[in-house]
C-alpha cells in the first residue's frame, strides 16, 4: 500500500482562499493529506478549510525583530513533528521564511510567487532583499502568470529552469451562490434601479487602485445626463479622501462605499461592469469572480496577469496611462449597446473556467510534488 505524503500549505495569511482551499481538496483526492499553517492567527481561511475536515495550526506571534527567527525554528519543528514531505508556501514573508528552513528539512519545497511589477512602482529594499534571497535559494519557483515570471527574470535575474507556470486555479463549486434575496435588499438600499448602468470597484482604498479617477468618471458621466451609480467595496487610507472628493464632486448619490463585506458575491450579482484601474496587480481574483457570474470588466494593459485572460472578446482593455475622458467614452459605448456588455460576459465566463480550472492544473503540481 503506498504510503500518504503529508503536503504542508504555509501561508502568512488568515484570509479566506477559494484558490488555496481548491488545491488542498484536490490533493487530498490524489492521496496526500493537506495540513494548512499560518504565520498569524486563525480567521475566515482556516475556517473554510475546518468545514473540509482539513487540519489547520497558527503560530501568532508579534511582528517585531525576532519575528521571522521564531517563525524559521517553529517551521522546523512543526515540519519534523508532523512528517512534512512536502511544503507549498506562498507570498513573501512564507517563501523567505521556508526557503531558509529548507536547508534543515527533508521536505522538498515549492515556492508560489504572486505579485510581479512592485519594482517599477516602488518597493521597499527589504521586500527587494527578501525576493532576491527567495529566487536565489528557491529550487522550484511557480510564477502564477507569465507577467511574473518575466518580472523575475528580467529584474531579479532568477533561472528560469526553476521556474513553474501554473495558473491560480478555482474548484468552482467552493464558490456560493448569489443570494437572491440578498441581492433584492440590496438593490433597494442602494436605489440600483432604473440606472444607464451600475460600476463595480472592488480593492483596498490606496494610491495604486487610483478609485480616485472613477469618481472622476462618474462625475463627467453625470455632467452629461447618464444616471449611474458606483460600488466601491474595500476599505485603506484614502476612504476618507475618497469620500471628501465624491462630496466636491457633488456625486454622493452616486457613489455607495461599502466599506469590507462578506458577502461580495451579492454585491456583484447587482452590477453590470466592473472597474478595474489599479496600475499594480499580482493574480486577481475579483475580476475572475465577477467573470463567473457572466459579468465583464475593464482592466489596464500590461498589469497583472489580465494578459493571460483578459482579449478584446471578453473584456475592455485600456491603456496604464489612460485618460478619463477616454474611459468615459469606453462606458457610454457600453451603455448604448448592453447586447456586448451581455455578450463578452458570457466570453469570459467560459474563459475563466476553462484556463483557472483545478482540474487542469491539478497534474501540474502533481509532478512537482511526485
Do not use: W
Amino acid at each position: 500500500m503506498k504510503a500518504i505524503k503529508n503536503l504542508l500549505l504555509y501561508y502568512p495569511s488568515n484570509t479566506a482562499s477559494e484558490a488555496i482551499l481548491s488545491i488542498a481538496l484536490a490533493m487530498n483526492k490524489k492521496g496526500y493529506k493537506t495540513i494548512l499553517l499560518t504565520t498569524c492567527k486563525a480567521g475566515g481561511l482556516h475556517k473554510s478549510f475546518q468545514d473540509h475536515n482539513i487540519e489547520t495550526y497558527n503560530y501568532s506571534i508579534p511582528k517585531n525583530n525576532f519575528f521571522l527567527i521564531k517563525q524559521f525554528f517553529f517551521l522546523i519543528r512543526f515540519c519534523r513533528q508532523h512528517n512534512i514531505d512536502y511544503i507549498y508556501s506562498h507570498l513573501q514573508a512564507a517563501n523567505f521564511i521556508a526557503v531558509l528552513a529548507q536547508y534543515f528539512l527533508k521536505a522538498k519545497l515549492l515556492v508560489c510567487r504572486h505579485h510581479s511589477d512592485y519594482i517599477r512602482l516602488g518597493s521597499s529594499k527589504t521586500a527587494r532583499f527578501f525576493d532576491k534571497v527567495i529566487g536565489k535559494c528557491a529550487k522550484n519557483i511557480v510564477a502564477v502568470s507569465d507577467r511574473v515570471k518575466h518580472e523575475m527574470q528580467k529584474h531579479e535575474g532568477v533561472n528560469p529552469k526553476k521556474i513553474i507556470r501554473i495558473n491560480n486555479a478555482y474548484d468552482f463549486s467552493l464558490f456560493p451562490p448569489v443570494n437572491k434575496i440578498a441581492k433584492k435588499q440590496i438593490i433597494k438600499n442602494y436605489n440600483l434601479t432604473g440606472k444607464d448602468i451600475v460600476l463595480l470597484n472592488v480593492g483596498r482604498m490606496i494610491p495604486i487602485k487610483r478609485q480616485a479617477l472613477l469618481l472622476e468618471l462618474i462625475f463627467l458621466l453625470k455632467k452629461d445626463g447618464f444616471h449611474v451609480k458606483l460600488l466601491i467595496i474595500g476599505a485603506g487610507q484614502l476612504m476618507k479622501e475618497l469620500v471628501k472628493i465624491a462630496e466636491d464632486y457633488k456625486i454622493s448619490n452616486e457613489v455607495v462605499f461599502t466599506s469590507q463585506i462578506n458577502n461580495i458575491r451579492d454585491y456583484m450579482a447587482c452590477c453590470d461592469l466592473q472597474v478595474h484601474l489599479s496600475e499594480s496587480e499580482a493574480s486577481n481574483n475579483v475580476v475572475k469572480e465577477f467573470a463567473l457570474l457572466g459579468k465583464p470588466s475593464v482592466v489596464c494593459n500590461n498589469v497583472g496577469d489580465f494578459e493571460d485572460y483578459c482579449t478584446s472578446k471578453n473584456s475592455y482593455l485600456i491603456q496604464k496611462d489612460f485618460n478619463v475622458v477616454d474611459l468615459k467614452s469606453i462606458i457610454v459605448q457600453i451603455i448604448n449597446n448592453k447586447q456586448d456588455l451581455e455578450r463578452k460576459g458570457e466570453e469570459i465566463r467560459s474563459t475563466i473556467k476553462s484556463i483557472f480550472s483545478i482540474d487542469n492544473v491539478i497534474p501540474k503540481y502533481l509532478d512537482e510534488f511526485n
